[in-house]
């Protein structure tokens, strides 16, 4: 098991849009993968970590979702080529994301999604989703896309976050 390093803004592989993958190729990896995923998600306070974010090029993603206690444990979804299906209902929050490392900003999000996609024994499933595991269903979906948090901040702001983004890239590894 292992930490992995996690690819920060402004490295290209975040920016890609990745393919499905063949769940029968990525399988025999699959078990190992997910656990260094999930490790370095909690190491790092992650609510999710897609695999772009691990260096990866796979179009899969996997969500922390926190317990209801503090001492509850996270419960762990795999999401692999997600897809969403259905959304609804918008609210602004705030959001951050591992990428972006210190970094906060509001962005609107649906409250209410639905996402297909196989889990992590090449099984499809579809799920509704509202609250945070929607926020982040979205989250991770984007990643997959190459896309960012910071896409969707409102355009007034952006200068703002731009500069913010400077100042932080300096203390990043
Ligand atoms: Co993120």
């Not at 762990?76 to 705030?94: D, L, M, S, T």
């Not at 509202?130 to 901040?153: N, P, W, Y």
Request: proline content about 8%; charged content about 30%; glycine content about 6%.
């Amino acid at each position: 098991m292992a930490i992995l390093h996690v690819t920060k803004y402004g490295e290209p592989i975040l920016r890609q849009k990745l393919k499905p993958v063949d769940y029968q190729k990525i399988a025999p990896q699959l078990p190992r993968l997910l656990k260094d995923m999930e490790e370095t998600c909690l190491a790092v306070h992650g609510v999710g970590l897609a695999a772009n974010q691990i260096g990866l090029p796979l179009r899969l993603a996997i969500i922390l979702l926190p317990g209801e206690k503090e001492e509850d444990p996270p419960k762990r979804y795999v999401i692999i080529n997600p897809k969403i299906v259905a959304k609804q209902g918008e609210k602004i929050e705030e959001e951050g994301c591992l990428s972006l490392p210190g970094l906060w900003a509001e962005v609107k999000r649906y409250t209410d999604v639905t996402v297909e996609f196989l889990d992590e024994t090449g099984t499809p499933k579809k799920m509704r989703a509202r609250g945070l595991l929607a926020k982040a269903f979205q989250h991770e979906v984007d990643h997959l896309d190459g896309k960012l948090f910071i896409d969707l901040v409102d355009p007034k702001s952006k200068p703002e976050v731009k500069k913010i983004i400077k100042k932080l890239r300096a203390q990043w590894d």
